[in-house]
Nanobody, 123 residues
Framework: QVQLVESGGGLVQAGGSLRLSCAASGGTFSTYAMGWFRQAPGKEREFVGRINWSGTTTYYADSVKGRFTVSRDNAKNTLYLQMNSLEPEDTAVYYC????????????????WGQGTQVTVSS
């Protein structure tokens, strides 16, 4: 099973940018579809974006479409989430996740998860 470690979170002002990374090990990264999810205090975990194994297909939640970009570098076993025009509502712990087969917006379909990285956007 692949192991995942997120990094790149932090504190940023509204309108700013951050890039999260998710380093994979212990498995063949290029065979996994990947997803980004987030969980704000007192709220359920929600889907942010997903990418297929080759990086040719992405899909985003409406709340982040046009501001966030998911990408991957299979040679480096790394998934990315570029976040631009950040808003206070984007404050959450961000998780990357891996699954076999097609990518999905459903968190229950993902078998491997990172520990999460905190993103805080100040107004």
């Amino acid at each position: 099973q692949v192991q995942l470690v997120e990094s790149g979170g932090g504190l940023v002002q509204a309108g700013g940018s951050l890039r999260l990374s998710c380093a994979a090990s212990g498995g063949t990264f290029s065979t996994y579809a990947m997803g980004w999810f987030r969980q704000a205090p007192g709220k359920e975990r929600e889907f942010v974006g997903r990418i297929n194994w080759s990086g040719t297909t992405t899909y985003y939640a409406d709340s982040v479409k046009g501001r966030f970009t998911v990408s991957r570098d299979n040679a480096k076993n790394t998934l990315y989430l570029q976040m631009n025009s950040l808003e206070p509502e984007d404050t959450a712990v961000y998780y990357c996740a891996a699954k076999r087969g097609p990518s999905s917006i459903r968190s229950a379909e993902y078998g491997a998860w990172g520990q999460g990285t905190q993103v805080t956007v100040s107004s």
